[in-house]
């Protein structure tokens, strides 16, 4: 009769024990699941803050070149703007001394000249 009992115990222990790895084995994989799970997230999450950052790279850059194309245009018309500013007071002056002064008549010729072939113009008229 004792060996029953403990051959009963034994089986019984046996199907406990087989029941515990089980249960073991079940959430081990569920817990893997959840890891790789997370893991599959957090890759998506990465490439798209890659993504992000490159494009915000690229923007970045974008914005530099128009700044700096701005800058030179703002450069190139305060010139113009000087300049233009200088022939006319240099055209006031001529009309002002005109008869007085052949020199400064043929320096307004030179720098006419000189507008011509620097911006292009025509000298006609």
């Known amino acids: 009769m004792r060996l029953d009992e403990l051959t009963r115990e034994n089986a019984n222990l046996t ?6 790895l089980s249960d ?36 970045i850059a974008r914005v530099k070149r128009e700044k700096e194309e701005v800058r030179i ?6 010139y113009h703007v000087k300049f233009a500013k200088l022939l006319t007071t240099l055209i006031h002056r001529y009309i002002a001394h005109y008869y007085f002064s052949p020199i400064l008549m043929s320096l307004i010729c030179g720098l006419k000249l000189f ?7 025509s000298n006609e008229g």
Do not use: W
């Open 15 to 20: 199907r406990q024990l087989e029941s515990a």
């Open 115 to 121: 507008i011509y072939s620097r911006f292009g113009c």
């Open 73 to 78: 245009m703002c450069e190139e018309h305060i």
């Open 24 to 59: 073991v084995r079940r959430q081990s994989e569920q817990t893997r699941e959840k890891v790789a799970s997370k893991d599959r997230v957090s890759q998506t999450r990465i490439l798209d803050l890659e993504s992000q950052l490159s494009q915000s790279r690229a923007e």
